[in-house]
């Protein structure tokens, strides 16, 4: 045999360490730190998994049975194939994309009751802000600030736009077998609601 190239890894091992401490409880997880500054990956766990060790002796019947079996699926690598809703960190594209297309200022205020009414479903927020403007509703997380600012006409189209710029709903190029996610939008929903653009 002949060696390969070296391989650099970004990962670092304690803080690696950390996040298989942190999540030892739990029975499935997917954590993945990244430095913003440059996308290096510090720490990645996809729980559970199997060790590939195992693999390379062969495997008997029952281990690929109880293997293939587990309903916690330990052969799918969450960080690199589950695709998950970015949650609060999301409202930034949404602000971003109603300040470029002009359909709010940073000084407008929207009213936070604790949730917000469409149809029959309430939208709920993590408490009552009163009245916030975008840097207040940015810094406190208020979810019915940008639900609200979700259903003004052409908010959905938009917010779609400015995801898809920021590289949402794309392989990031890691070249780990990842599956790309999924920017929403209006055309992909033949009976358009606005409930679609508050989701």
Known sequence: PTPGHDLT??????LQRIVQRAV????????????VETGRILAIVSKPSFDPNAM???LTQEEWI???DNPLLPQFNRTLM????PGSTFKLITALAAL??????????????GYHELGRRAFRCSQTHGDVDLRLAIIQSCNVFFYRLAERPGMMEA??????HFGFGEETGLGMNEQAGRVDSRDQHPEYHT???LN
Do not use: F
């Open 24 to 35: 030892r409880g739990h029975p499935s997880a997917a954590v993945v730190v990244v430095e």
């Open 56 to 58: 390379t002796g062969g």
């Open 159 to 164: 917010i779609s736009r400015y995801a898809s």
């Open 100 to 113: 470029e297309e002009g359909m709010i200022s940073p000084s407008d205020q929207l009213y936070c009751g």
């Open 9 to 14: 890894l970004t990962v670092d091992i304690e």
């Open 66 to 68: 109880e293997l293939r």
């Open 82 to 85: 589950g695709t998950y809703s």
């Open 195 to 197: 409930g679609h653009a």
